[in-house]
């Protein structure tokens, strides 16, 4: 390359010269050295002597010598004229790999002429090299590999050499493409000693590696074992065989082997201790395997004592272990027919297949015997994994053993308990938690020390049943992982039963998540009651289906028009909160966000006004704009107690002020059957704007809000707001308090007209009334399918007894339907149940409606009295609201009382059409 | 021939420097000059095969035995049980490297003829192995002070290649040859296995000893 570059300069120097005087000569000077090689770093002199010849010609001697570097220039700092004819010039530092470097002079007023040129190369000489090897490939030739060292950018010739004692073998001269190898020519003599060294040279040295002495075959790399096969033994299912055929070098050198095997499928090898392989053979058991299983198995082989290199590996073989008798019993458990006939039980026996580790081999069937005290035994073959037997209330024992071609496993025994068997015993300290992707279950052993446990787990849902998958444990494990697919974000129901020699301990439950989620829905927030500085606000639970979580807590975000929003954390043990310190006469926007361990979400907002004036005001406004006719009502009003009489006669005051303007209207809900129908689908206002009606906003005292929820179609609605009309009309005059009540049943003659007629002569007067009206009715549970018109009257008398359970009731209802049997669960999701009962699953169906009976008394409990002085309070706002609107100022008063449900519905961000709403036609409704 | 055995020890002038890595004594050495001896009996083992296959029949055939006719030059290997016995170390050794040295010459002659690639090819590398064989002897004999036999004048290999031979003679002196070479094989690793055996009790002592201290 240099050469041609070389040529090429002189070439046009000569071309030019040639132009310049017309004659072909040669070049005017020459540079000396003509082909130089540098060390990179180094410095460099090169020498240009001018031929007299042409000096003549063009009149210049050494010091018009003009050197350049390609395009540049050289500084005359760094020339040195030796003579008249002669200049060189020294480049300090050569970095460059190629530099073209010509000598010039200046003719005839300073135009450069090319006199000769040359090609600098520089780079490194070569370094030492270093962990020089060799390899044998068994009937191949010797290769030997090194590390060349740095790179030196010169064309370095790798020469590998080697030799006896005796003899000199030829050089192996590397190939271009892999200068840090070469496979020598011949083959290599193994038991005698050779020597190998390197040599690297290019132009700027030569240097020798260390030198290596061997004998080749203790560089040898055997060839691969082959034809390797394995055969299982019957009389051992613990052993295989494998066979192969070694390579030829087993006639040379003695070998040694690397057997590995895994379990076909599984990834990482076990391997057979060396140990054992250490000298040459063509077969070997492999022992400790497991029954029926398959095994994978590969092997290598190097010399003996470990001098040379490993074969590649064989090909991979397999093989099956025989067969053997199962090594464990199934996991076994049973499940009693809830739905037992007198006498006698049906029982489902269930048990897990063993895993094939444990199974040792093809399943054939499972054999169960049942006995019973004193009676002889009952045997049954089985193939599948379950039995369902008729037994009688007797204790049973029943055993199972799983059978394959070999033998049977041991029994696996249970206990059925007679009927009367008393469950004790539970585990402690029941803890579920998430860990590693895994749920994992742990307990404290219970003083009794059990023969194993039974895990049973089911996914909590208002969706589905629950329907639980299960799982066996040793007596001595107290902490294990569910066993099973489980899902994230759903409530899992984990029930542990410690299981005795004489039956079942009593089942713990415990809820848990495998990882839980934010709630894929948040709350939804409404006004329990509005004041004119404050607001109780209410919300329900949210459906364990939406909470993928356990709920922490609560924030509520609420705001005015205009106003920074103000957020308030709230326990999630709470469904309702008081907003305090509210601005009257103001717009305020209130929403909920409910949160688990892995976030929150938002719920609906919600709107709501405050009124303008406080209760007191209004009344006092309400007494002073209306006509009295009943004196007794004026004082209760000023009493400042809010209690319940107050309300009450305060209620009747404004329901007989009411009177004069609007005519009275039987109540709907006494008599509102179809609703009560269980056929009836209990309706769920899932429609945000629909869930903003709640109760609170519709107790308007009167009766036409007590359904407010339940929103019939309007034109009935109407007309029988009509009927209200008239019959208040019809029956004015002789109303009381009471009065009220029987009016509404005798709107219209009906069935229960005599029972009601009956119930409101044994009330009380006003106490009854409103109390009833308000709650009463809605939280009666159906107990039978079909109503007469009797029964609904009974909630007058049912909340005469207990007043606050209704109430509560009410409030709980929320005017959704009967709360659905997880809200149990959900106030207890964090606690663990503690079940007498032997099948905790099949109880729960059986019991539901015991739960629902205790829920509604835990309510009780955790509400108790500020609930039914709530209940009380948003009555009073409710009434408040409507008397608002006898404001002095107020024209038209007759006309403004009317609509008053309707304004008070407004300030809370209601649509107009609910008062019509209100107004319960269900009672009157042809049956 | 007297060129060939010189040319085969005239490359032997360096034998002390088998021994350049240290003085591990000459118990490794004869242990891998015996291991030499069974490996060439190996190779010789398929190279006798093809060449003999190569030579036809009845060369080739599993139960020929001829006289042996005119390979009186080739060293013999078999010796009287007693003599054999009584053999001293150097002599011992001095035997089998002259066998070899005339061995080798005969067998590059052998070498020449082959008319297969394949042949030629295994035959040198035969000759190479051999050749190592003689260097790991003479490694040996200069480890224990043993000087390397002179060729003596009149006493060279006479094989020579040419017309005095018939076709079928010349294959027998090269079924002689390999007969021979088997067979002094044979004989060098009885001779290395005694010479190793001779060695290395003390070796074994020391290593027993070292065992020992391991544990």
Same mark, same amino acid.
């Given at each position: ?67 350049? @570097? ?6 005359? #700092?760094? !020339?040195?004229?030796? +003579?008249? /004819?002669?200049? *060189?010039?020294?480049? &300090? ?49 010797? @290769? ?6 740095? #790179?030196? !950018?010169?064309?370095? +010739?790798? /020469?590998?050499? *080697?030799?006896?004692? &005796? ?761 | ?215």
């Amino acid at each position: 390359m240099s050469v041609l570059q070389t040529w090429l300069v002189q070439a046009l120097f000569i071309f030019l010269i040639t132009g310049s005087i017309g004659v072909l000569l040669d070049p005017c000077g020459r540079i000396n050295p003509e082909s130089p090689v540098v060390q990179l770093g180094s410095n460099f002199t090169a020498v240009c002597v001018l031929k007299e010849r042409c000096m003549d010609y063009f009149h210049v001697n050494a010091n018009f010598i003009v050197w350049k @570097m390609g395009h540049f220039t050289i500084p005359k #700092e760094q !020339y040195t004229i030796i +003579n008249r /004819t002669a200049a *060189s010039v020294t480049l &300090t530092d050569v970095t460059s790999l190629n530099i073209q470097l010509t000598c010039n002079i200046l003719t005839f007023g300073q135009i450069e002429q090319n006199v000769y040129g040359i090609t600098l190369i520089s780079g490194l000489p070569p370094e030492k090299p270093k962990n020089l090897n060799c390899i044998v490939n068994e009937g191949k030739k010797m @290769m030997c590999y090194w590390d060349p060292g740095r #790179e030196t !950018y010169l064309e370095t +010739n790798f /020469t590998l050499k *080697s030799e006896w004692a &005796t003899e000199k073998f030829a050089d192996c001269k590397t190939k271009r493409d892999t200068p840090t190898s070469c496979t020598v020519d011949y083959s290599p003599v193994y038991f005698v000693n050779m020597e190998v060294w390197v040599e690297a040279a290019n132009a700027l040295g030569k240097v020798t590696s260390d030198h290596i002495n061997f004998d080749p075959v203790d560089k040898v790399k055997p060839n691969t074992p082959r034809n390797l096969s394995v055969s299982n033994s019957e009389e051992l299912s613990s052993i295989l065989k494998l066979t192969w055929i070694n390579s030829n070098i087993k006639n040379v050198i003695r070998l040694k082997y690397d057997i590995q095997y895994r379990t076909k499928g599984a990834s990482t090898w076990s391997q057979i201790p060396p140990e054992d392989t250490a000298s040459t053979r063509s077969s070997f058991t492999v022992q400790d395997l497991k029954p029926f299983t398959e095994y994978v198995f590969r092997i290598r082989c190097m010399k003996e004592d470990g001098k040379g290199f490993w074969s590649d590996w064989s090909e991979e073989a397999s093989g099956i272990t025989y067969e053997d008798r199962p090594s464990n019993t199934p996991s076994f458990w049973y499940k009693i027919d809830p739905s037992h006939s007198h006498g006698h039980r049906s029982v489902q026996l269930m048990w897990k297949t063993l895993p094939p580790f444990e199974a040792n081999g093809k399943i054939l069937g499972y054999e169960v015997t049942l006995t019973r005290w004193k009676s002889r035994l009952q045997n049954y073959t089985v193939n599948d994994t379950k039995l369902t037997v008729n037994l009688t209330n007797d204790r049973y024992i029943v055993t199972l053993t799983a059978r394959n071609a070999v033998g049977r496993s041991d029994a696996s025994v249970l206990t059925i308990p007679a009927c009367d068997f008393q469950a004790t015993h539970p585990v402690m300290d029941l803890k579920a938690f998430p860990k590693d992707n895994m749920l994992w279950v742990e307990w404290t052993t219970p003083s009794k020390s059990p023969n194993k446990y039974i895990l049973e787990w089911c996914v909590l849902s208002d969706k589905s049943p629950c329907i639980p998958d299960w799982q066996q444990e040793d007596g001595t494990v107290h902490h294990t992982y569910i066993r099973g697919y489980l899902a994230e974000s759903k409530c899992y129901l984990i029930t542990v039963t410690p299981v005795y020699a004489d039956g079942p301990g009593s089942p713990v439950s415990i809820k848990a998540y495998l990882k839980q989620a934010p709630p894929s829905k948040g709350p939804t927030v409404r006004t329990k009651k509005v004041g004119k500085n404050e607001a109780v606000l209410e919300w329900d639970q949210l459906p364990v289906d939406v909470q993928n979580g356990f709920i922490r807590n609560y924030t509520i975000f609420y705001r005015t028009n205009i106003g920074n929003e103000t957020a308030v954390n709230v326990d999630s043990s709470h469904t309702e909160y008081t907003l305090s310190s509210l601005t009257s006469d103001t717009l305020y926007m209130v929403r909920m966000a409910a949160y688990t361990d892995e976030g929150g979400k938002d719920g609906p907002e919600f709107t709501f006004t405050t009124p303008k004036f406080g209760e007191i005001e209004a009344i006092v406004v309400c007494l002073l704009s209306i006509p009295i006719d009943n004196s007794s009502g004026v004082l209760f009003c000023f009493n400042k107690n809010r209690d319940y009489s107050l309300f009450i006669t305060c209620s009747s005051f404004l329901f007989r002020i009411k009177k004069h303007i609007w005519p009275n209207v039987p109540d709907p809900s006494k008599s509102h059957i179809a609703q009560w129908s269980p056929h009836t689908p209990p309706r769920h206002n899932f429609n945000p704007k629909d869930q903003m009606y709640s109760d609170g906003n519709f107790t308007d005292v009167s009766v036409v809000e007590i359904e407010a929820n339940d929103k019939k179609s309007f034109p009935e609605d109407l007309k029988s707001l009509e009927l209200f009309k008239k019959e208040k009309v019809s029956t004015e005059g002789h109303s009381s308090g009471i009065g009220g009540s029987s009016c509404m049943s005798s709107s219209r003659p009906s069935i229960s007209s005599s029972d009601e007629n009956e119930s409101a002569q044994n009330t009380s007067s006003t106490v009854q009334y409103s109390t009833v009206v308000h709650s009463g009715y809605r939280h009666q549970v159906p107990s039978v399918q079909v109503f007469s018109r009797s029964e609904s009257t009974q909630p007058l008398l049912d909340s005469e007894e207990r007043p606050e359970d209704l109430q509560l009731v009410d409030n709980v209802d929320g005017g959704d339907g009967i709360l659905p049997r997880q809200q149990y669960f959900k106030q207890n999701c964090s606690q663990q149940e503690t079940s007498p009962d032997i099948s905790h699953f099949e109880r729960s169906n059986q019991v539901s409606s015991v739960n629902e009976e205790d829920f509604v008394r835990l309510k009780q409990q955790i509400s108790g009295i500020p609930q039914s002085c709530g209940s009380g309070q948003m009555k009073m706002f409710q009434e408040v609201s409507a008397a608002d609107a006898f404001g002095p100022d107020t024209e038209g008063q007759g006309e403004r009382f009317k609509t008053a449900g309707m304004e008070a519905v407004l300030d809370e961000g209601m649509p107009k059409s609910y008062l019509p709403q209100t107004v319960r036609q269900g009672g009157y409704m042809p049956q | 021939m007297l060129a060939c055995l010189c040319t085969v020890l005239w490359h032997l002038p360096a034998v002390p420097a088998l021994n350049r890595t240290g003085d591990p004594g000459p118990g490794p050495s004869i242990q891998k000059t015996y291991d030499l001896t069974r490996y060439l009996e190996h190779q010789l083992r398929s190279l006798a095969g093809t060449y003999l296959n190569y030579l036809g029949p009845p060369f080739n055939e599993p139960d020929f035995n001829p006289p042996r006719l005119g390979a009186d030059t080739l060293p013999r290997a078999t010796v009287n049980l007693e003599v054999w016995r009584s053999l001293n170390d150097k002599l011992r050794l001095t035997q089998n490297y002259e066998a070899y040295s005339h061995l080798l010459c005969y067998l590059r002659g052998l070498n020449r003829q082959a008319a297969t690639a394949e042949l030629r090819h295994s035959l040198a590398h035969f000759c190479t192995s051999l050749q190592g064989l003689l260097g790991s002897i003479a490694g040996v004999m200069a480890t224990l002070g043993y000087p390397l036999p002179q060729p003596l004048p009149g006493t060279e290999p006479t094989w020579t290649p040419g017309p005095a031979h018939s076709d079928f003679l010349q294959k027998m002196d090269d079924f002689w040859l390999l007969k021979e070479l088997q067979t002094w094989l044979w004989r060098s690793a009885k001779d290395f296995n005694r010479l190793k055996k001779k060695m290395q009790p003390p070796a074994a002592a020391v290593t027993l000893h070292l065992e020992a201290h391991g544990f």
